[in-house]
DNA sequence: TGATGCTTTT
């Protein structure tokens, strides 16, 4: 009762003295230790005990035993020794106990095997809440969204059981965040609402995650500023937000409100700010919070801190420098951030440079065409026709190993989602969608300024081809069909698979101003918003 | 007398 109390009230140094001084130890005792250690997230001390209490003699293993180690091992993602646990509490059938089977599934999925994490899950003849709530959250970490939403229909359908808890709540509205399900996200923030959990800092995190990544932007806000006691995290997440959709001012301010609320940044807030800089281009202030990181906050950068550095250096151009702060950076260049240098190199006309950049990534990532057509582009840039010529040749050659992903698309009509693939013919209405494109082609060529450019088609194929291809893009066929479908006046929300081209997002501007439609994109990589001619990335992406 | 679950990152 003692260490039970000390852990309980968060003093684990008192409880293991209590535990230590004990001149004889139960079963009891030991299970309460070893679950204050692993509740704490202290595998060490859990498994060090767990081992002892084993080699002691007489101790038999039960349930609680083995639930407290899983949750350990969890943490440590130890799926040797849980996998040891998994035939041990078989062979002493202990594997039809709620806690024992809910811990096994979180062990798993947090180790990545969420297939087996299923297996269990559907083995077990007795599920809790909480072993559903587990489920939904494997499924959403493993980046099984839909999964987790079919898992949530399944929960709500099924008597007798406490679905709407804020646990499977917040992941589920994490899998609609990852779906970029606006209508099943506001369904669940409906829930929210009659549950009464809309101040809790994990729901509230995920919801203005979610809107964010929606395209919501304004909505991330309003439910940001309704919320009283902000944690960190919940600002980390408004933060970042923010940094995606290239608000970089409201970026700045909010770095600083969460200070004056008496909340010191951390590394995730540092990713965002330092991430919005390079989004802007903003070199002085992407120092001066390099600096601020390290020498007022005392946190060491890693290497994603680094890879915005990068970022901010070449993207003003000063790839030089960036190039310099690769080399003697403690990590080693990650592709991302030759990425950053060559895409600079060819607006900035750095052959040389964009040949070390580009040589880098053809080791590390030799099927990513893209690459190759930067390097092309680059020569291209300098009228070094040579050049342009043999990285063709090399594209040519290893067109084997290239990995081109089929550009994707999909925007939410009324309870429906339509998916555009590059290219689409299957969607019913693809007649139509075709003359409202040809449409929109003539009206923006003449009225929007727009001029299509086939430098930006990966595919090695001749140049009428070419703009065939790039007439197609599935983010094309998606604007249309919004166009089509959606009230005048109700922004047009894309998302899509890759990051946009070139083309596609002076297409859209051109769109926007021609038809006077908000248009929100989401890429892989951030949100473009296009109204009346212009991208809220300022064409810088 | 003891056990299992949630949000943010280039």
Redesign the pocket.
């Known amino acids: ?1 003692l260490i ?1 109390m000390y852990s309980k009230c968060g003093s684990e140094v008192s409880a293991r003295k209590v535990f230590d001084r004990m001149t004889e130890r ?4 030991y ?2 230790i070893i ?1 204050a250690y ?2 704490k997230g202290d595998e060490e001390n859990a498994l060090f005990l767990f081992v002892q209490m084993r080699r002691e003699g007489n101790n038999p293993l ?4 083995v ?2 180690v ?2 350990a091992c ?1 943490s440590k993602c130890d799926v040797l020794t849980s996998k040891q646990l998994h035939c041990f509490s078989i062979k002493n059938s202990m594997d039809e ?4 089977g ?2 096994l599934l ?1 062990v798993y999925s ?1 180790s990545g095997f969420v297939h087996d994490a299923s297996r269990v899950f559907e083995g077990m003849p007795e599920k ?7 489920m939904a ?1 494997g499924l ?2 493993n980046k099984l969204y839909e999964e987790a939403l079919v898992l949530y229909t399944r929960a709500r359908a099924t008597t007798g059981l ?1 679905t709407d ?4 709540i ?2 589920i509205i ?1 899998a609609c ?1 990852g779906l970029a399900a606006f209508i099943e996200g506001r369904q669940v923030h409906s829930v929210v609402c009659k549950t009464g959990f809309e101040s ?4 509230a ?2 919801l203005v ?1 979610m809107y964010a990544k929606c395209g919501a932007i304004k909505d991330a806000f309003r439910l940001f500023q309704n919320i009283q006691d902000k ?4 600002w ?2 408004m933060i ?1 937000a923010l ?2 959709h290239s608000r970089s001012l409201e970026v700045m301010v909010l770095f600083e409100k969460m200070q004056q609320a008496g909340l010191e940044p951390d ?2 807030t540092y ?2 700010v330092l ?1 919005a800089c ?1 989004h802007m281009g903003l070199v002085k202030e992407g120092r001066t919070y390099f600096y601020l990181m390290t020498e007022l906050h005392h946190l060491s950068p ?1 290497v ?1 801190h680094y ?2 550095m990068v ?1 901010v250096l070449s993207r003003a151009g000063l790839v030089r420098e960036a190039y310099e702060l690769m080399k003697d950076m403690p990590f080693d260049p ?1 592709a ?2 030759w990425g950053s240098l060559l895409g600079s190199c060819r607006v900035h006309g750095n052959v040389e440079l964009a040949e070390v950049a580009a040589g880098n990534l053809f080791e590390i990532e030799p099927g990513n065409a893209a690459n190759y057509v930067m390097l092309s582009n680059t020569y291209a840039a300098g009228r070094q026709w040579e050049g342009v010529a043999s990285t063709r040749k090399l594209l040519k050659e290893n067109d084997g190993v290239m990995k081109k992903e089929r550009g994707k698309s999909w925007v939410e009509i009324k309870d429906k989602v339509h998916t555009f693939m590059a290219g689409e013919r299957k969607h019913p209405r693809i007649m139509e969608i075709l003359l409202e494109l040809d449409r929109l082609m003539e009206e923006t060529k003449k009225r929007g300024g727009y001029k299509p450019d086939a430098g930006y088609e990966l595919h090695d194929v001749e140049q009428g081809k070419k703009l065939e291809l790039l007439k197609h893009h599935s983010e094309k066929l998606a604007v249309c069909f919004g166009l089509m479908s959606l009230p005048e006046g109700i922004p047009i929300r894309i998302m899509k698979n890759l990051r946009i081209c070139g083309d596609c997002h002076s297409f859209m501007k051109s769109v926007s101003s021609v038809e006077g439609r908000e248009i929100i994109v989401r890429d892989t990589n951030r949100f473009h918003h296009f109204w009346n001619g212009h991208c809220s990335c300022n064409d810088f992406w």
């Open positions: 009762m039970n139960t079963l009891v005792s299970n309460t679950s692993a509740q039960t349930e609680f035993t639930s407290s899983l949750c969890a106990n709620v806690f024992v809910t811990a979180d947090k809790s809440d909480v072993t559903w709530s587990s959250a959403v970490q406490e808890n804020k646990f499977t917040s992941s994490s965040a809790n800092n994990f729901i995190s995920s995650d944690n960190l995290v919940l980390n997440v970042s940094a995606k590394e995730v990713i965002s991430s390079g890693n994603l890879s915005c970022d990650t991302p951030m």
